[in-house]
Every structure is written in structure tokens, then in C-alpha cells.
């Protein structure tokens, strides 16, 4: 098995080049596509002119208030952080999330953390953005098999704010 590339010394942050990761494998029997994450090669909602700073480019995650009340709180943020991953990884070609992950913009992230009552209001959220083409992925809990939380790739805010104003922040 190839060993991963390690810098010399960890000085500040690490910055990988594409080719870092090119001897990474994934075992055939890992399903890594569990989601509902938009995979269309060209989304409804393909604005990439760079936001103006009324129109920040952000992630939205969605969590689950059932489970918040019900979990450890470090589970919920976990499942949180793997849809948040999830979603960039799956669109890191995409103009809006390399913008996102920039050098310049890496230690200036925006994300807007909200909250559904449950599992029925999380599919339906879910569904509704399928259908106007904003890519998110939709976290399943394996092996349960349920959904727990939802993030957004990065988009403007302008583009995606309309589909969450109903939703309240996480608190």
C-alpha cells in the first residue's frame, strides 16, 4: 500500500496539491455515494460571477432538533462536519467552492448553521432543493440508514438564502 505524501515539517497550514491525494484508494466494497447529493453535471443554479460583498459566498447546514435534544450534542456537530465535507468534496471542481477554499479565503469560511423539527422536515427540504437544482448532500447514518443532517456546497448567498429563511438558527 503507497504511503500518503507527509510534508517535512507542519508549519501553519498545510496546503496539498491536487496530486497529494492521487494515491489515495478506496476499497471497491465502500459505497461512498449514500446521499442525495445533487449529481447532475450542470446544476440549475450556475451563477459564477464572484459574490460582492453584500453576496458572500456561504455553506448551509441543517440539522436535526430531534436528534440535538435526543444525541450527545459532539455526535450532532459530527454528523454536521461529514455533510459540510461531503458536500465540498463532491463539488470541489465547482467555482463557487474552490473560491471557498481558496488561500485567500480559507481562514475566513461563512457557514449558517439552522435547524429542522425532524426527519420529515429534512427530506422535504431536501427534495425542495433537488428540484431547484442547488447541490447539497443529504447525511445518512449508517448503519440506521436515516437521515441527519443536510449542507449545501458553497453557494452566494443571493442564490440559496430564499430556500432557508423559513428555517431557524441553531441555538
Known sequence: MAALAQPATFLGCFRPSPRSFSNIRVHPSRNLSTSMSLQSSEPVATKTDPPTDDDVLLQYVVLRRDLIDKWPLGSV?????????????SHKEDPHTLQYCSPDNIDSMHKVTLEVKGETQILNLSEKLLAAGIAHKLWIEHPENFPTCLATKPYPKS????FFKKLKLCK
Open 77 to 89: 456537530v459530527t454528523q454536521g462536519c461529514h455533510a459540510s465535507v461531503s458536500a465540498i468534496w
Open 159 to 162: 442564490m440559496v438564502s430564499p
